[in-house]
Structures are given as structure tokens and as C-alpha cells.
T-cell receptor, first 115, second 115 residues
């Protein structure tokens, strides 16, 4: 069974600080996909990144970066130099290749950026 | 390119009633997935439709049912509403079907309140 754990529920940072969101996953599949989504107060889930289980390269996109480590089953997300617009709930999700695309989400991290 | 749309935006129903939620998929997408997101939780997979057939179901009772139409739009029906059905219902569309892995693009959701 697939499972995603996001331990921290709410994280408050002062603007321009960095914030790292932890994600630990469980799966029995050797082929799977990991995602991060952002959910602003409007409610719509915004896709940020997808990683497949065979690609452990870290990725950077602007102020966002992701650290994928299969050895620890983790896919952590860092926002560098946070801005008020980054205030949202961030979800990590897992999809197994045999699981018809269904996403298993963690409980989310509420990030509050204080100006 | 038109994104995923959902209607209505908000809905208030009474316990025991029935409700139908609607979703229009993004252009070029033939797969629709439905998720339920309770307050403070991550989205939970309800079911998925691919080319008008149910293509996987999460741990939800039979009173949750759905349809997909030839234009790939979809409906979620919930019978005999219970208070715990109060949630944000999210629809996501994607390309492909079973075994494929494409990004899912989410709609803005329908906020259902059951009183």
C-alpha cells in the first residue's frame, strides 16, 4: 500500500527565510512517481513537480528545489528566500505505476510567510 | 487551452439528500479522477474514469458513484448524504489510462456542506 507522511503541519517563517518541507513515502512498487502540489487559499491544487523512481537527480526551479533520496524514501522540498505569495498548503503525493494514476497525498504542510 | 472546471462552486445539502457534482476535463484529456478533501487533510482518491469506464476506486462506499461522458466530462453522485461527506471535492484530468503516468491537473473544487 502506498503512504505519504508529512510530519510538520504548520510552519511559519519570516519573509526571505528558507523553508524545507519533509516528505517520507512508503511503497512496495519499484516504479513510482512522486509529486508536490501547492494549494493556495482558493483551493485549487497547483502542480509543482513530478519525479519518477529512477531519477534521483535533484532539481531546482527558480526559488524551489527538491531533494529525492531513495535510500531514505524521502522527497523534500525547499523554498529559498520565501515570499508572502508562497503562503499556502503544500502536499507531497505518490503514485504507483500499477495504481492507475491514483495519487496518495500526505496531510500537507501549511506554510505561513510573515512579511 | 481551457483548464479543468467544476460546478457548482459551493453547495449546501441536508443529511439524506443526494448531490451531483460536475467536472469538465482539460482539452485533450481522457481521464478524470475525483478526490475528497476533508478540512485539514490531504485529498483522498474516490475513483477514476477512463474512456467512460470506471478505472479504479478508493475506499469509498457504493453511495459514491460517477459517470464519464463521451466528451470526457464527468459527474460525481453521492446518495444518502452524511455529515462526514462535508468536504472539498476535487476533480483532476489527465491524459492516458491504466498504467500510464501523466500529470493530473486539478479543478478549483466544489465545497459541499451537509447539515
Amino acid at each position: 500500500a502506498q503512504k505519504v507522511t508529512q510530519a510538520q503541519t504548520e510552519i511559519s517563517v519570516v519573509e526571505k527565510e528558507d523553508v524545507t518541507l519533509d516528505c517520507v513515502y512508503e511503497t512496495r512498487d519499484t516504479t513510482y512517481y512522486l509529486f508536490w502540489y501547492k494549494q493556495p487559499p482558493s483551493g485549487e491544487l497547483v502542480f509543482l513537480i513530478r519525479r519518477n523512481s529512477f531519477d534521483e537527480q535533484n532539481e531546482i526551479s527558480g526559488r524551489y528545489s527538491w531533494n529525492f533520496q531513495k535510500s531514505t524514501s524521502s522527497f523534500n522540498f525547499t523554498i529559498t528566500a520565501s515570499q508572502v505569495v508562497d503562503s499556502a498548503v503544500y502536499f507531497c503525493a505518490l503514485s504507483e505505476a500499477r495504481g492507475n494514476n491514483r495519487l496518495a497525498f500526505g496531510k500537507g504542510n501549511q506554510v505561513v510567510v510573515i512579511p | 487551452e481551457t483548464g479543468v472546471t467544476q460546478s457548482p462552486t459551493h453547495l449546501i445539502k441536508t443529511r439524506g439528500q443526494q448531490v451531483t457534482l460536475r467536472c469538465s476535463s482539460q482539452s485533450g484529456h481522457n481521464t478524470v479522477s475525483w478526490y475528497q478533501q476533508a478540512l485539514g487533510q490531504g485529498p483522498q482518491f474516490i475513483f477514476q474514469y477512463y474512456r467512460e469506464e470506471e478505472n479504479g476506486r478508493g475506499n469509498f462506499p457504493p453511495r459514491f458513484s460517477g459517470l464519464q461522458f463521451p466528451n470526457y466530462s464527468s459527474e460525481l453522485n453521492v446518495n444518502a448524504l452524511e455529515l462526514d461527506d462535508s468536504a472539498l471535492y476535487l476533480c483532476a484530468s489527465s491524459r492516458g489510462g491504466s498504467g500510464s503516468m501523466y500529470e493530473q491537473y486539478f479543478g478549483p473544487g466544489t465545497r459541499l456542506t451537509v447539515t
